[in-house]
C-alpha cells in the first residue's frame, strides 16, 4: 500500500511561493495519477490540481491556472506543487493524492473529484497572510 506524505507548508505573505511535496513509500507511484487538494476552513475540499502518471498531461481549477504547477519525479517517487503568487484565498490545508483504479471507476476517472482518488496524505498546511 502507498503512503503519501506531504511538506513544504507554512506561513507566507501574499506574492510569496511555496513549493510543496508530496513522498509516496510502500510501492512506486509511477503508474498512479496524483493530485493536489485543499481545504479552507469551514469548506468543503477542493481540487486544484492532477497530474497523468507519465506527467505529460496536467489540469488546474481556475482558481490557481497560471500561478501552481504540479510536477512529479517518479524516480524520486514523489509530486510537487509550486504555488506562486500566493494569495489570501489560498490559505488551505493542502493534500496530496493518489488515484487508485477503484476509485477512479466509482467516479469515471473524473479527476477533480475527491472520490477519485482513494490514497490520500495527512495534509499541510499553507497560510497567506496580507
Known amino acids: 500500500q502507498v503512503q503519501l506524505v506531504e511538506s513544504g507548508g507554512g506561513s507566507v505573505q501574499a506574492g510569496a511561493s511555496l513549493r510543496l511535496s508530496c513522498a509516496a513509500s510502500g510501492r512506486t507511484i509511477s503508474s498512479y495519477r496524483m493530485g493536489w487538494f485543499r481545504q479552507a476552513p469551514g469548506k468543503e475540499r477542493e481540487f486544484v490540481a492532477t497530474i497523468s502518471w507519465s506527467g505529460s498531461s496536467t489540469y488546474y481549477a481556475d482558481s490557481v491556472k497560471g500561478r501552481f504547477t504540479i510536477l512529479r519525479d517518479n524516480a524520486k517517487n514523489t509530486v510537487y506543487l509550486q504555488m506562486n503568487s500566493l494569495e489570501r484565498e489560498d490559505t488551505a490545508i493542502y493534500y496530496c493524492?493518489?488515484?487508485?483504479?477503484?476509485?477512479?471507476?466509482?467516479?469515471?476517472?473524473?479527476?477533480?473529484?475527491?472520490?477519485?482518488?482513494?490514497?490520500w496524505g495527512q495534509g499541510t498546511q499553507v497560510t497567506v497572510s496580507s
Open positions: 493524492a493518489a488515484q487508485t483504479s477503484s476509485a477512479a471507476q466509482t467516479s469515471s476517472g473524473r479527476y477533480w473529484l475527491t472520490p477519485s482518488y482513494g490514497i
